[in-house]
């Protein structure tokens, strides 16, 4: 192999364990979104939603049931 492409593959490398070191160590695993997923809207209770309000540059759309 070319002494240039082994050090333009080694940089890629170098980058992308960067890349992974600096912002993906921060992120949820699928667990934890997965359980984070779950806990959104918990204790909201469909049959007591008489309606919804949308407003939007002063305009205002009502959806009832």
Not at 7 to 16: C, E
Not at 31 to 55: K, P, Q, S
Request: glycine content about 4%; cysteine-free; charged content about 40%.
């Amino acid at each position: 192999m070319k002494p240039k492409n082994l050090i333009i593959l080694a940089a890629i490398v170098v980058a992308l364990g960067a890349y992974i070191f600096l912002f993906e160590r921060h992120r949820p695993s699928s667990e934890e979104a997965r359980d984070a997923a779950d806990r959104v809207l918990r204790d909201f209770d469909r049959d007591r939603v008489t309606g919804l309000l949308v407003e939007r540059d002063g305009e205002r759309l009502r959806l009832e049931k």
